[in-house]
Antibody, heavy 125, light 106 residues
Framework: QLQLQESGPGLLKPSETLSLNCTVSGVSISSTDDYWGWIRQPPGQGLEWIGIIYYGGSTYYNPSLKSRVTISVVTSEKQFSLRLRSVTAADTAVYYC?????????????????WGQGTLVTVSS | DIQMTQSPSSLSASVGDRVTITCRASQSISSYLNWYQQKPGKAPKILIYAASSLQSGVPSRFSGSGSGTDYTLTIVSLQHEDFATYYCQQSYTVPHTFGQGTKVEI
C-alpha cells in the first residue's frame, strides 16, 4: 500500500531555507510513470499547489514561488524533497506531499492521491 | 494562472439533504477538474477526477458534472461523515490551482 510521510524542521526563522523530505513506501519512485508533488495550506486557509517532479527530472513549479523553490528526487528513490529559500511568515503552512495520478485517456489530466499526513512549518523570529 | 471560484464559501445542511457546490474557472478547463474532501486536521482526499469520474471507494452519493468553465459537485442524501470542506482543482495548466473551498456545516 502506497504511503507518503513528510519530515523536516517545524520551526524556521525568516530568511532561512525550508527543507522537507517526503518518504514514499510501497513503491519505488523510479519504477512508476507518476509525478510527485508538494502542496501547502496556511493555517485556516485553502490549498496552494507548489510544484511537481517526475523521476526523470522534469519539474513544474508555481510561478509565484518559482524563484525560491526546488523540488528534487533524493538518490535513494524512496524520497523526494522540497526546498524553499528565503522564507517569511507568509510561508507558514502545513506542507503536504502527494503522488500525482495521470488520467490514462484524458491527456494531461491529473490529480493528487494519496497524500501524506502533512507537516506544519512555522516561520517566526 | 487560472482562477477557480467556488460557491458558496460555506453552507449549512442537514443529514439527508441534497447539496450542490459550484466551481467556476476563469477560462475553459475542458473537464480537467478534480474535487477533494478535507476534514479538520486531515489531508485532502480525492473524490472526483476529470469532472465526473468517481474515485474508487468513494460512495456513489457523490457525483460531479460540468464542462467548459462551470462544474458542480453534488452530494445526494448528505451523511454525518460528509460534513467537511470541499475543494475543486484544475489540472488544465500549471499551476494546478485550487478553489478557495466550501465548508459544509451542520
Amino acid at each position: 500500500q502506497l504511503q507518503l510521510q513528510e519530515s523536516g524542521p517545524g520551526l524556521l526563522k525568516p530568511s532561512e531555507t525550508l527543507s522537507l523530505n517526503c518518504t514514499v513506501s510501497g513503491v519505488s519512485i523510479s519504477s512508476t510513470d507518476d509525478y510527485w508533488g508538494w502542496i501547502r495550506q496556511p493555517p485556516g486557509q485553502g490549498l496552494e499547489w507548489i510544484g511537481i517532479i517526475y523521476y526523470g527530472g522534469s519539474t513544474y513549479y508555481n510561478p509565484s514561488l518559482k524563484s525560491r523553490v526546488t523540488i528534487s528526487v533524493v538518490t535513494s528513490e524512496k524520497q523526494f524533497s522540497l526546498r524553499l529559500r528565503s522564507v517569511t511568515a507568509a510561508d507558514t503552512a502545513v506542507y503536504y506531499c502527494a503522488r500525482v495520478i495521470q488520467h490514462q485517456l484524458l491527456y494531461g489530466a491529473s490529480w493528487f492521491d494519496p497524500w501524506g499526513q502533512g507537516t506544519l512549518v512555522t516561520v517566526s523570529s | 494562472d487560472i482562477q477557480m471560484t467556488q460557491s458558496p464559501s460555506s453552507l449549512s445542511a442537514s443529514v439527508g439533504d441534497r447539496v450542490t457546490i459550484t466551481c467556476r474557472a476563469s477560462q475553459s478547463i475542458s473537464s480537467y477538474l478534480n474535487w477533494y474532501q478535507q476534514k479538520p486536521g486531515k489531508a485532502p482526499k480525492i473524490l472526483i477526477y476529470a469532472a465526473s469520474s468517481l474515485q474508487s471507494g468513494v460512495p456513489s452519493r457523490f457525483s460531479g458534472s460540468g464542462s467548459g468553465t462551470d462544474y458542480t459537485l453534488t452530494i445526494v442524501s448528505l451523511q454525518h461523515e460528509d460534513f467537511a470542506t470541499y475543494y475543486c482543482q484544475q489540472s488544465y495548466t500549471v499551476p494546478h490551482t485550487f478553489g478557495q473551498g466550501t465548508k459544509v456545516e451542520i
